[in-house]
């Protein structure tokens, strides 16, 4: 199932509604001679300056073309056979049109997309009328990736029906009555025809210029003026919403990221890959259905005033199409730099396994970084209390090791990078001094950025906690404590985005009575480790990995077409801490002999199973009773597990002190995330029921066990005859100098 990047590019900004526009069956949108402008310089670029070479030819112009299609049906439920085939005598033109800024094939193309969506509401709005029969056993196909085209019109009518049909069992599961099913859904098909007519000519542009953007890699995009500007808003996180990026997935709108310090992150519920059917603005009004909404519209419908609330009704990742939908609520506001700044945490484990005294604990400090962030004004004036990530996370160390702690975990799940200065900068706090990452340019040159101040602000024993959102910035950081041996990543493999983009102004290069030409987002250069692989496409695989669902080709760079594949250069001259290859099989091996009997572990790989064994299901079942029977299951395995939490019987081991520190609803550890706190003390007195949004949440047993891999390593590393007893056991010899940092 592909998952589509432009979008979430795009909605690095938000969206404002389309002007709408009186479309009749004769209106037909034809391109504008600034269009032809934009489209020419945008060729230029693309074609001799993009990192990757890539010549305008045929076989180009047949990848612009499937993927022109695939931005506008992707699950292939509007267009004809007879349509595409009549498109086919487009497909090695488009280079041709694309060098004479010839638009005309492109709108051509969109014009019949638009009258296919008419007639797909005309349909739906008539069938959602006539009654269904839930007792049928068939089958809705939600994914029509890589399907024929529907060879005739009662072809896709029989499409629809099922659609429609699962449509409306998806409401009818939820107890609603069937004149409000009618009602809803209507509503919906209505807004399906009211969108497609919105639409304008600079719309259809930036499809067909993203069409063509894709085509060569997905990190390039074309932003059309009124996108330029919400992107300068974005970045300057200025932007008053709930902090979440957007993505499409059929015809779901997908939560690609959660902004660091937004509304989204706080509040801990909404999380990356979560699907959005529904907005409802304020606490009582109405929710609207958003799907098959064009995520600019969605957008539209989350943003919204600072301290207002919005509403989702969101599936879960984890949920299948045809399970039970949550609504969340978030108040709006605005993403503030401080609260994306690094916090940190003391946490004492049990030194445990790796052999210390019975009571014993290990002081583990975890600095939690959701992005590398630098004041560059400040930085360029010399103030003295400029912000950077890596000021910040040089005092806590400080304050960590005031505080006794033996070992740190810096946790950079879901962090999406941010400055390369502050990757660079950040490294050189736990290496002596040496390169961090290597730069190729377009042109093959390679330069380095160095760490030169030489010492170490912490020396002692440390892991990386990463996880498939962890990217581009982050991905440098874990690589490089990685390949110096200084330390231990652990988690899930990397999103992999090793490259880097220029946003280039096109007004900038067109006649001056030309403006509003939009702005170009191309990739430019890509990384390297010191060791001279490439952090692109396979990401940092971690020393020790934690379970996940899903298969990791499924997610993160290596699912997007055209991505730049994974490539290495020479190695940078640097000199590694140490060898930690004995270190982490021993820590391994402890930390998988240890979750064995947990109870929470267990049900995280129990979810993992399910997940994993319905992953690749592209249909759902249309039986009423099918439907009931997998909502009752899950409604019985939320309240057995929340009886379990809530009961005090432990679910961990007994000498878990962790199990004491985790607020069993939450999940999360005290003081992690200020301000939820207070939240949680002014709702006291509040019906116990009012906390059922958490029942289902667990402890953050990823952290857990990075603390506690982490107390494993500094018991292992003062220790060297218990590492060499436990690296016996595990059936290798003993080392007479073990090389330990």
Do not use: C
Not at 193 to 218: H, K, T
């Amino acid at each position: 199932m592909k998952r589509y990047l432009i979008p979430a590019l795009l909605l690095l900004a938000t969206y404002t509604v389309l002007a709408a526009v009186d479309t009749t069956d004769s209106l037909r949108l034809e391109p504008e001679m600034d269009q032809r402008y934009a489209s020419n310089i945008a060729t230029r670029f693309l074609t001799n300056y993009h990192y990757k070479r890539t010549r305008l030819d045929d076989n180009l112009s047949s990848e612009i073309f499937d993927h022109y299609l695939e931005l506008l049906d992707p699950n292939r439920i509007y267009f004809l056979a007879a349509d595409v085939e009549m498109f086919e005598r487009y497909r090695t033109g488009m280079d041709d049109a694309l060098r004479h800024s010839d638009l005309l094939s492109a709108y051509e193309i969109f014009n019949v997309y638009v009258d296919r969506v008419r007639q797909r509401a005309d349909y739906a709005r008539d069938r959602v009328k006539q009654p269904f029969d839930f007792t049928i056993d068939e089958f809705y196909q939600f994914d029509r990736e890589g399907e024929p085209w529907a060879r005739d019109t009662a072809e896709l009518d029989e499409l629809w029906r099922k659609r429609v049909k699962n449509d409306y069992l998806r409401l009818l599961l939820t107890d609603k009555e069937e004149d409000a099913i009618v009602e809803t859904l209507t509503e919906r098909y209505d807004n399906l025809e009211r969108r497609i007519n919105e639409l304008n000519n600079e719309d259809v542009f930036q499809f067909f210029m993203n069409a063509f953007a894709q085509s060569i890699e997905p990190h390039t995009a074309y932003l059309s003026p009124r996108n330029s500007e919400n992107f300068e808003i974005s970045m300057k996180l200025s932007l008053e919403g709930i902090g979440a990026l957007l993505g499409r997935e059929n015809e779901y709108t997908l939560i690609s990221r959660i902004v660091p310090g937004g509304p989204a992150d706080q509040d801990g519920r909404l999380q990356a890959g979560d699907r959005i059917v529904g907005v409802g603005q304020g606490n009582d009004g109405k929710l609207v259905d958003v799907i098959g909404w064009r995520i600019d519209d969605v957008v539209d419908q989350i943003r919204g005033p600072k301290d207002t609330v919005v509403r989702l009704e969101i599936l879960p990742e984890e949920t299948s199409v045809s399970g039970p939908t949550q609504v969340i609520e978030i108040v709006r506001n605005e993403v503030k730099l401080e609260e994306q700044a690094a916090k940190a945490e003391v946490i004492e484990v049990p030194a445990g396994q790796a052999g210390s005294e019975e009571g014993e604990t290990v002081k583990i400090g975890v600095i939690d970084l959701p992005v590398f962030y630098l004041d560059f004004n400040g930085r360029a004036q010399n103030l003295p209390d400029y912000r950077s990530s890596t000021r910040d996370v040089e005092r806590l160390i400080g304050e960590l090791r005031d505080q006794g702690v033996q070992g740190i975990v810096v946790d950079l799940r879901n962090n999406g990078g941010g400055s390369l200065l502050e990757a660079t900068t950040l490294t050189g706090l736990f290496i002596d001094k040496g390169p961090v990452v290597q730069v190729r340019n377009s042109s093959g040159r390679i330069s380095l950025e160095e760490d030169v101040d030489p010492g170490m602000a912490w020396d002692g024993p440390l892991a990386v906690l990463v996880n498939r959102y962890s990217a581009s910035a982050s991905e440098i950081f874990a690589a490089a404590i990685q390949d110096y041996g200084r330390g231990v990543v652990i988690g899930e493999p990397t999103f992999g985005k090793g490259t880097v983009q220029s946003l280039l102004d096109l007004d900038d290069y067109a006649p001056s009575d030309k403006p509003g030409m939009g702005q170009l987002k191309i990739t430019m250069a890509q990384f390297f480790r010191v060791n001279g692989g490439s952090t692109q496409n396979k990401g940092v695989v971690p020393d020790i990995r934690f379970p996940s669902a899903g298969d990791p080709q499924e997610y993160g760079e290596r699912s997007f077409e055209n991505a730049l594949p994974w490539t290495s250069i020479d190695a940078a001259r640097y000199d590694p801490s140490g060898d930690l290859s004995r270190l982490v099989a021993v820590a391994d091996s402890l930390y998988q002999k240890r979750v064995v009997d947990d109870q929470e572990f267990s049900w995280l790989m129990s979810d993992i199973d399910d997940y994993n064994e319905h992953a690749s299901e592209i249909q759902v079942s249309l039986l009423e009773s099918v439907g009931r029977q997998k909502m009752t299951e899950e409604e019985e395995k939320r309240e057995k597990r929340k009886a379990l939490r809530s009961s005090g019987a432990p679910l961990l081991d007994e000498d878990n002190v962790l199990a004491d520190t985790v607020d069993p609803h939450r999940g999360e550890y005290p003081d992690m995330q200020e301000g939820e706190e207070e939240a949680a003390e002014a709702e006291e007195g509040e019906e116990a029921e009012d906390d059922q949004e958490d029942e289902d949440e667990g402890p953050d047993l990823l952290l857990r066990e990075a603390t506690r891999i982490v107390a494993d390593m500094a018991n292992l590393q003062s220790d060297t005859g218990l590492l060499e007893q436990h690296f016996v056991q595990l059936g290798d010899q003993p080392s007479e100098d073990p090389k330990l940092n």
